[in-house]
C-alpha cells in the first residue's frame, strides 16, 4: 500500500471510495433542531487496506459534541470513557472531553483503554478510584453507596494505579515502541487529564504543550 502521509482528503477518498452518507430527516417534514447533524456517515471498512491502515491511521470520537450555549443535562458517550460527572448526573461542560481525551491518550498507546468495557457504573467508579489521582469528591459518596447497594458486582477492589496498569499493558505487547521513560511521561500526562474534579483537569493547551509529544 502507498505511504498516505503526504496524501490530500481528495487522494485519501479516491484510493478508499467515497463514503457511504445518509441524510438525515425529520418524519413530520420540518427543519432540524439546533445541534441535529445534516448526515451521517455509515461504518464501513476496507479489508483491503485495513491492516496496513491500523498502523498509521486512527480515527476517534467521543460519542456525542454540544455546543457551549447548549449544554445538555447527561450524555451518552461509551461508559469507558464517560467523564465521572457525568456518571453522577452531575452539571457538565466541556472539560468532559479532558477526561475522555486521557482514556483515549492510554488506549492509543496501550491498545486498550483503561477501564472495562463490560463493566456497570457503580464497577466503573471503582476503577476510576484506582486511576484517579484525586479522591472522590464527597458529593458523590451518597450516589456512590446507592450505586453499590444496587449492584451485588460492585465490590472494593485494590488493583494496579495508572502508571502501573499502563507500564504492565504497554509491555505486555512483543515489541514496544516506547521505552519506560517515554511510558512513565505518558502516564503524566494522562494522570492530569483523570482527575475527578473537572476544574483541576489540565487543559487541551496544556497536554498539547507538553514537550514530550515533540520529543
Not at 467515497?18 to 445534516?38: F, H, M, N, S
Not at 469507558?80 to 482514556?103: H, K, N, T
Not at 467508579?125 to 453499590?148: C, F, H, S, Y
Request: glycine share 6%.
Amino acid at each position: 500500500m502507498q505511504g498516505i502521509d503526504g496524501l490530500t482528503e481528495e487522494m485519501f477518498i479516491e484510493m478508499l471510495g467515497k463514503p457511504d452518507i445518509g441524510y438525515v430527516k425529520r418524519r413530520d417534514g420540518k427543519d432540524l433542531e439546533p445541534g441535529i447533524p445534516e448526515y451521517i456517515v455509515r461504518p464501513t471498512s476496507y479489508p483491503r487496506y485495513s491492516r496496513d491502515l491500523a498502523q498509521t491511521v486512527k480515527i476517534i470520537d467521543f460519542g456525542e459534541s454540544f455546543l457551549h450555549t447548549a449544554i445538555p443535562e447527561t450524555l451518552h458517550t461509551p461508559l469507558a470513557l464517560r467523564a465521572p460527572e457525568v456518571v453522577f448526573q452531575d452539571p457538565i461542560d466541556y472539560r468532559v472531553d479532558l477526561w475522555s481525551m486521557g482514556c483515549m491518550l492510554f488506549e492509543l498507546f496501550a491498545g486498550q483503554p483503561p477501564f472495562d468495557t463490560m463493566i456497570t457504573p457503580a464497577i466503573l467508579v471503582g476503577q476510576m478510584r484506582e486511576m484517579a489521582i484525586d479522591d472522590l469528591p464527597e458529593r458523590w459518596q451518597e450516589k456512590l453507596n446507592t450505586m453499590k447497594a444496587e449492584d451485588s458486582r460492585a465490590t472494593e477492589i485494590s488493583g494496579h494505579n495508572l502508571q502501573e496498569w499502563l507500564e504492565e499493558i504497554y509491555f505486555d505487547s512483543p515489541r514496544p515502541d516506547l521505552s519506560r521513560q517515554d511510558i512513565v511521561r505518558l502516564g503524566q500526562i494522562v494522570g492530569k487529564l483523570l482527575h475527578f474534579e473537572p476544574s483541576a483537569r489540565a487543559s487541551a493547551k496544556e497536554v498539547l504543550d507538553d514537550p514530550w509529544f515533540d520529543e
